[in-house]
């Protein structure tokens, strides 16, 4: 009898864990021209675990009842707050501010590229993608060294 009492907690308070979340679903898409943005973090604020959306720019996640708001934010963007419900469709918009060069040294300390004493290498997105090789750190070396 003690057991099969233990076993009803059990389920009960499984049960009671799975009503107090909700799964919401959405899709997160560039307010200017309505394509579907990849990879942008959906976080709820409040508690829970974020998510990153996929090639179609949709998400699926499950949220505590007590969350009153997602944030949503992607490089180069302006982050949005929304309301979590279901099916929601988030525009958002390009933000103004923009990457600067970085230097990231051996000991991880950012430099301007005017403030050091040495030779920086100087490493395009495009010369690695050009790159033939799958590892990141072989087309590096490769365009570090000139080849």
């Known amino acids: 009898m003690k057991k099969l009492f233990l076993l009803l907690l059990l389920v009960c308070s499984i049960t009671m864990g799975a009503a107090a979340q909700k799964v919401i679903k959405g899709q997160v898409v560039d307010a200017t021209s309505g394509e579907p943005l990849i990879g942008a973090t959906v976080q709820p604020t409040g508690g829970g675990t974020g998510v990153a959306t996929d090639l179609n720019g949709n998400f699926s996640m499950r949220v505590p009842s007590n969350v009153k708001s997602l944030q949503v934010t992607y490089v180069g963007y ?29 000991l991880g300390i950012k430099r301007d590229v005017k403030a050091l004493g040495y030779a920086a290498a100087n490493v395009k997105g495009d010369d690695i993608a050009k790159s033939r090789t799958s590892d990141v750190m072989s087309s590096l070396a490769g365009k570090i060294a000139g080849v």
């Not at 929304?82 to 990231?104: F, I, K, Q, T």
Request: zero cysteines; proline letters at 7%; aromatic letters at 0%.
């Open 78 to 106: 302006v982050t949005q707050a929304v309301a979590p419900a279901d099916g929601v469709v988030v525009h958002l918009l390009p933000g103004s501010n923009s990457l600067d060069e970085v230097v990231v040294t051996a």
